[in-house]
């Protein structure tokens, strides 16, 4: 068995990793994402992949965000026709995501064409809207435990925390058993169930995002009230870049959490993102996978302010009293809330918060390192905001809750344990971590490198 990794290698984008078995002739994928952040990262994603596409049997998908599916609808064009496996859960987000992905990219490639702006004179989307749609014909959805086959290969997702649908792949193939953490949960998310300790494996390809940091032992409740009240007290906007499934949800009831308690003014909340609104009512159809009961769904969904239109969202510009606008994406690298930043950075009294990670080269990471102006749209924005990040909501765990999630697991001493998305800090400090406190033989992956195993 041979494991090529050709992304998520360096970065916390682009996860994509070629498995062949059978001396070659099964090749499949497990996770199809974009890369994002650095230029030179997101060329990647126009290049000519590094597979034959022709030749795979099929993707497994460990979950919806765009770093792990995004890519799906450009293979589609290609022409690839083979199946998409993934939890009920995770297809229906990927059926808002990926969409949403490709009309952002349109409007994006639209906008700048209309402007004048890039050096492109006809800049094209990487894929649309419509192909994105299309793509969806190809999923095939299971359940948590249950075995699906890939040639030879047997296959299942078990519960990984972190958004609706994520599952780490377990794989069984030429006497070896692989494990795909996909993105690892947390044991005290405010919302999803904590991720499920692993089987034994020969193998595991972890993600590595905070194995650099600790998540503080901080109230984000109380933190997230002091910024809101400030915000007001200069009669400011509150802008919030959020990634569309789990954290825009779970700032969504914290907003009107924080309301009910009379923590914060009753200020107008909106949610301006089509994906973030479909996403947040998908949570009501799979209640045994988080912590949150039917009434804390409606009262979640209820009491926010949806706008779904673009006249919607331009609308917004006409209002004159502080309000709060959760919009994507979380690492600002596109969408509805650029818009809102272009207008907004330059007013003093405005507030950016950021929840999530932000990946080197994306404008949030620019933002939080000081940054005074922001490129968007071809044009440098004074930043006169003020910055804040929130911290603690990350659905991610550290390194230490790694740490912990293996050696609950069911691994033997001789596991090989191969470090994957992750900033090559986070990725080398993890393997540091685990090398100390682990019986466990660690590396870090390299970008198109061979796992012969």
Same mark, same amino acid.
């Given at each position: 068995?041979?494991?090529?990794?050709?992304?998520?290698? =360096?970065?916390?984008?682009?996860?994509?990793?070629?498995?062949?078995?059978?001396?070659?002739?099964?090749?499949?994928?497990?996770?199809?994402?974009? @890369? /994002?952040?650095?230029?030179?990262?997101?060329?990647?994603?126009?290049?000519?992949?590094?597979?034959?596409?022709?030749?795979?049997?099929?993707?497994?998908?460990?979950?919806?965000?765009?770093?792990?599916? !995004?890519?799906?609808?450009?293979?589609?064009?290609? =022409?690839?026709?083979?199946?998409?496996?993934?939890?009920?859960?995770?297809?229906?987000?990927?059926?808002?995501?990926?969409?949403?992905?490709?009309?952002?990219?349109?409007?994006?490639? /639209?906008?700048?064409?209309?402007?004048?702006?890039?050096?492109?004179?006809?800049?094209?989307?990487?894929?649309?809207?419509?192909?994105?749609? +299309?793509?969806?014909?190809?999923?095939?959805?299971?359940?948590?435990?249950?075995?699906?086959?890939?040639?030879?290969?047997?296959?299942? @997702? /078990?519960?990984?925390?972190?958004?609706?649908?994520?599952g780490s792949a377990i794989l069984h193939a030429e006497g070896k058993q692989v494990g795909f953490s996909g993105d690892v949960g947390r044991q005290d998310d405010l919302i999803m169930h904590p991720p499920r300790p692993l089987p034994e494996l020969d193998?595991?390809?972890?993600?590595?995002?905070?194995?650099?940091?600790?998540?503080?032992?901080?109230?984000?409740?109380?933190?997230?009230?002091?910024?809101?009240?400030?915000?007001? $007290?200069?009669?400011?906007?509150?802008?919030?870049?959020?990634? $569309?499934? =789990?954290?825009?949800?779970?700032?969504?009831?914290?907003?009107? &959490?924080?309301?009910?308690?009379?923590?914060?003014?009753?200020?107008?909340?909106? #949610?301006? *993102?089509?994906?973030?609104?479909? $996403?947040?009512?998908?949570?009501? +159809?799979?209640?045994?996978?988080?912590?949150? &009961?039917?009434?804390?769904?409606?009262?979640?969904?209820?009491?926010?302010?949806?706008?779904?239109?673009?006249?919607?969202?331009?609308?917004?510009?006409?209002?004159?009293?502080?309000?709060?606008?959760?919009?994507?994406?979380?690492?600002?690298?596109?969408?509805?809330?650029?818009?809102?930043?272009?207008?907004?950075?330059?007013?003093?009294?405005?507030?950016?918060?950021?929840?999530?990670?932000?990946?080197? !080269?994306?404008?949030?990471?620019?933002? #939080?390192?000081? *940054?005074? *102006?922001?490129?968007?749209?071809?044009?440098?924005?004074?930043c006169k905001a003020k910055v804040e990040v929130l911290e603690g909501l990350s659905a991610h765990a550290d390194y230490v809750e790694l740490g912990h999630w293996l050696q609950s697991s069911r691994l033997q001493p001789d596991t090989q344990i191969m470090?994957?998305?992750?900033?090559?800090?986070?990725?080398?400090?993890?393997?540091?971590?685990?090398?100390?406190?682990?019986?466990?033989?660690?590396?870090?992956?390299?970008?198109?490198?061979?796992?012969?195993?």
């Amino acid at each position: 068995m041979n494991i090529t990794f050709l992304g998520g290698t =360096g970065t916390v984008t682009g996860s994509k990793f070629l498995v062949s078995i059978d001396d070659g002739k099964t090749e499949f994928l497990v996770d199809c994402g974009l @890369f /994002q952040g650095y230029k030179w990262l997101r060329e990647r994603n126009w290049e000519t992949p590094l597979f034959d596409y022709r030749k795979l049997k099929g993707i497994v998908l460990t979950h919806a965000h765009l770093d792990h599916s !995004g890519y799906i609808p450009r293979l589609y064009e290609m =022409g690839y026709r083979g199946p998409v496996y993934c939890h009920h859960a995770t297809m229906d987000l990927c059926s808002v995501l990926l969409p949403d992905a490709g009309h952002i990219q349109e409007e994006d490639a /639209q906008y700048y064409q209309r402007h004048k702006l890039g050096k492109h004179a006809h800049p094209e989307p990487l894929y649309t809207g419509d192909t994105a749609e +299309r793509c969806m014909e190809l999923f095939q959805p299971v359940a948590f435990d249950q075995p699906f086959h890939i040639g030879s290969a047997k296959l299942h @997702f /078990q519960p990984a925390g972190h958004i609706l649908g994520a599952g780490s792949a377990i794989l069984h193939a030429e006497g070896k058993q692989v494990g795909f953490s996909g993105d690892v949960g947390r044991q005290d998310d405010l919302i999803m169930h904590p991720p499920r300790p692993l089987p034994e494996l020969d193998l595991l390809l972890m993600e590595s995002t905070y194995g650099d940091r600790r998540h503080p032992q901080i109230d984000q409740k109380e933190q997230l009230a002091e910024i809101v009240n400030q915000t007001v $007290a200069r009669g400011g906007v509150l802008l919030i870049p959020s990634f $569309a499934v =789990g954290r825009a949800q779970t700032l969504q009831f914290l907003l009107l &959490s924080l309301m009910h308690e009379k923590k914060i003014p009753e200020l107008p909340v909106f #949610l301006d *993102s089509p994906m973030a609104i479909d $996403a947040s009512e998908i949570y009501s +159809r799979y209640p045994e996978q988080h912590r949150l &009961s039917s009434e804390n769904c409606t009262f979640m969904c209820r009491g926010i302010q949806y706008t779904r239109s673009v006249d919607q969202s331009k609308a917004l510009e006409n209002i004159q009293y502080p309000h709060i606008i959760i919009a994507g994406s979380g690492m600002a690298t596109g969408g509805r809330i650029l818009h809102h930043m272009k207008r907004l950075l330059p007013d003093h009294r405005t507030t950016v918060l950021f929840t999530g990670y932000q990946a080197g !080269g994306t404008r949030g990471a620019r933002m #939080l390192a000081g *940054s005074s *102006s922001v490129k968007i749209h071809g044009e440098y924005v004074p930043c006169k905001a003020k910055v804040e990040v929130l911290e603690g909501l990350s659905a991610h765990a550290d390194y230490v809750e790694l740490g912990h999630w293996l050696q609950s697991s069911r691994l033997q001493p001789d596991t090989q344990i191969m470090l994957v998305h992750g900033e090559p800090d986070a990725a080398d400090c993890l393997r540091l971590y685990l090398q100390d406190h682990t019986p466990f033989q660690v590396a870090v992956a390299d970008y198109r490198s061979i796992y012969r195993l």
